[in-house]
């Protein structure tokens, strides 16, 4: 039987671990922590493929500074903290994300990534609260919304259908919305579930198919013996099997660098913050607040807030004032939700890359030894897709899409 260490138990790790192992491999997770404890758990639920759009395409210079400058801005950078580099990587990857679209690959393949999500969900037992085709995206800004509309045209050429609503047909929708609210599109393929649930069901699942999953144990250092890539634990375990992938997050360049790589991902910080959900106020759809990156999922136990990402390191610090930006937001958009009670706050770290494409497939010279990281905001959009890419790839043999591998970066080897 074929063995296969995947470091990391987020929920690409264990979307990869249950593809493999459905297939007969033998699995083995090595967790730093527990299952889907960072960003996997911690982010709004949302399966967003037809949203999904590279961020340095926005960015300019003067939105650059806005960012450093402004502590209102959805997006917070500290240089020195971030990197100077890294903020060079950003800025040069616009210029290639807007010539070369390669990258509207993603977005093409949303609908198998929303049915490779769904192969995984038809065998998990129990209520993870799934629906399809509630995510409402809404402007207060005329100049936004008709941005908005344009970029539901632009998501038609992608063969994904968007409504464009009026603000009265979205009140019509969900009741709760603000008088000012003048328009936005509903999503009609996306999905949204609570994670928490998932990946409790996904970790449930794994163990059912014969996955051990090795909690509270860091990989501290790969090294590669005669083509086999060995794993080493801070705690002096050895683990090794005919391949191994990296899906360590953030965390994954630290542990790759002894090897002589310089994976360019680097820790966004985003934020939650649950409300009571109690009867007579309930949202009944996910509200996408664009102008603001913040999104609002009711979800049966609670309400939970997401947004805000900053690139500041990994800073474990919650700034009061960044959650206040949050909810001012969103008291804006959904006046009644400031009669709900703030039951927990958190925060978790986002793995990205300077273009904001994942890196997923072999590293050069090492056939056998993949990544599978890079995801940022949408790791869970597209974790089961990128668990099929490598799936078919250690089976069959099938290559990864170019514009996903690790060798679309130049000289990551130092």
Aim: aromatic share 10%; with cysteine.
């Amino acid at each position: 039987m074929t063995k296969v260490i995947i470091i990391g138990g987020g929920v690409i790790g264990l979307s990869t671990s249950l593809y493999l192992a459905k297939a007969g491999y033998d699995i083995i997770i090595l967790e730093k922590y527990k299952p889907g404890s960072q960003a996997s758990k911690k982010n709004a639920g949302l399966i967003v493929p037809s949203m999904y759009i590279p961020y340095p395409i926005s960015i300019d210079y003067i939105k650059l500074l806005k960012w450093i400058f402004s502590p209102s801005s959805p997006i917070k950078i500290a240089p020195t903290k971030l990197g100077y580099k890294t903020i060079k990587s950003i800025l040069m990857s616009r210029k290639y994300l807007i010539e070369n679209q390669e990258w509207r690959i993603l977005r093409r393949l949303g609908r198998e990534a929303i049915n490779s999500i769904k192969n995984l969900m038809n065998f998990i037992d129990m209520d993870i609260e799934a629906s399809t085709g509630k995510i409402l995206e809404v402007y207060i800004n005329e100049e936004a919304f008709r941005e908005a509309e344009e970029y539901a045209v632009e998501l038609k050429n992608d063969g994904i259908d968007t409504d464009i609503l009026s603000g009265s047909e979205l009140r019509e929708i969900e009741p709760r919305l603000s008088k000012h609210i003048i328009g936005g599109l509903r999503y009609k393929i996306d999905m949204s579930i609570n994670p928490v649930k998932y990946i409790d069901g996904l970790t449930k699942l794994a163990r059912t198919y014969g996955v051990k999953i090795i909690e509270r144990t860091s990989a501290q250092k790969i090294i590669v013996k005669n083509k086999y890539p060995v794993v080493y634990t801070e705690k002096g375990e050895r683990f090794s099997g005919e391949y191994v992938v990296v899906a360590a997050g953030p965390w994954t360049s630290s542990l790759l660098n002894p090897l002589g790589i310089d994976l360019p991902v680097y820790p966004a910080k985003g934020y939650i913050m649950e409300l009571s959900n109690f009867n007579g106020n309930n949202l009944t759809h996910q509200l996408m607040i664009e102008e603001e990156k913040v999104v609002v999922n009711p979800f049966k136990e609670f309400i939970r807030i997401a947004g805000i990402m900053d690139l500041m390191g990994f800073d474990n610090k919650i700034p009061y004032n960044r959650l206040e930006i949050i909810m001012n937001c969103v008291n804006k958009y959904v006046p009644i939700l400031k009669k709900h009670k703030i039951i927990g706050i958190d925060s978790g770290f986002r793995p990205c890359t300077p273009d904001e494409i994942p890196i997923i497939g072999p590293l050069p010279n090492h056939p056998r030894l993949l990544i599978a990281v890079g995801h940022c905001r949408f790791g869970l959009t597209f974790s089961a897709l990128t668990a099929k890419f490598i799936y078919e790839y250690i089976e069959k043999h099938i290559q990864i899409p170019r514009i996903l591998q690790p060798t679309r970066f130049k000289n990551i080897f130092r």
